[in-house]
């Protein structure tokens, strides 16, 4: 299971191609013939004039201006343990609005569970069918064997190496 999930990241580790998944990319478009690029957002900058490579058209793409980032959400307040949970010194040390209050709902985490695997009971259906229309063919190839072969003489050394040829 470790393997399965860690595996990935140390192709992309190893391999180099983690630069690409981490560089930052701006996609820009070609006013002219509408052929969209994905540069690298170090390569953009204001007044930067660039060149279409399917019609050849000189352009100023608008670079993005980076956003300023969101204020983090304020810490909460930690929660207090049940007093049974306290040593006895902090319980005791408690005032009875602190004892009273009821405990915060915390959410238990959550484990990211495997999906089992689908059964498929068509797959199992499917080939039944394959066999059971082999095994047909088969059987009508045995019992027409007489009207095969004069349709089509070649077919005789076939049969006869089976040991399944008769007298025409």
């Known amino acids: 299971m470790f393997d399965e999930v860690v595996?990935?990241?140390?192709?992309?580790?190893?391999?180099?191609?983690?630069?690409?998944?981490?560089?930052?990319?701006?996609?820009?478009?070609?006013?002219?013939?509408?052929?969209?690029?994905?540069?690298?957002?170090?390569?953009?900058?204001?007044?930067?004039?660039?060149?279409?490579?399917?019609?050849?058209t000189d352009w100023a793409p608008a670079v993005a201006v980076p956003?300023?980032?969101?204020?983090p959400p304020p810490e909460p307040e930690p929660?207090?343990?049940?007093?049974?949970?306290?040593?006895?010194?902090r319980a005791m040390a408690l005032s009875e609005d602190e004892l009273s209050a009821?405990?915060?709902?915390?959410a238990p985490a959550r484990v990211a569970a495997v999906p089992p695997q689908p059964r498929l009971p068509l797959l199992g259906l499917a080939w039944a069918f394959s066999a059971l229309v082999l095994?047909?063919?088969?059987?009508?190839?045995?019992?027409?064997?007489?009207?095969?072969?004069?349709?089509?003489?070649?077919?005789?050394?076939?049969?006869?190496?089976l040991g399944l040829a008769r007298g025409r």
């Not at 070609?30 to 019609?55: F, K, N, T, W």
């Not at 956003?67 to 204020?71: K, L, Y």
């Not at 009821?102 to 915390?106: A, S």
């Open 135 to 161: 095994l047909g063919g088969a059987a009508e190839a045995y019992l027409a064997r007489d009207a095969i072969m004069r349709a089509w003489p070649p077919i005789t050394r076939a049969y006869a190496a």
């Open 7 to 56: 595996q990935p990241y140390l192709t992309l580790l190893y391999s180099g191609l983690w630069r690409d998944c981490i560089t930052e990319r701006m996609r820009i478009v070609c006013p002219a013939c509408s052929a969209a690029y994905e540069v690298p957002d170090e390569q953009l900058h204001e007044g930067r004039i660039v060149r279409c490579a399917r019609c050849g």
């Open 67 to 71: 956003e300023a980032e969101p204020e």
């Open 102 to 106: 009821p405990l915060p709902v915390v």
């Open 79 to 89: 929660a207090v343990p049940p007093s049974g949970a306290l040593g006895p010194a």
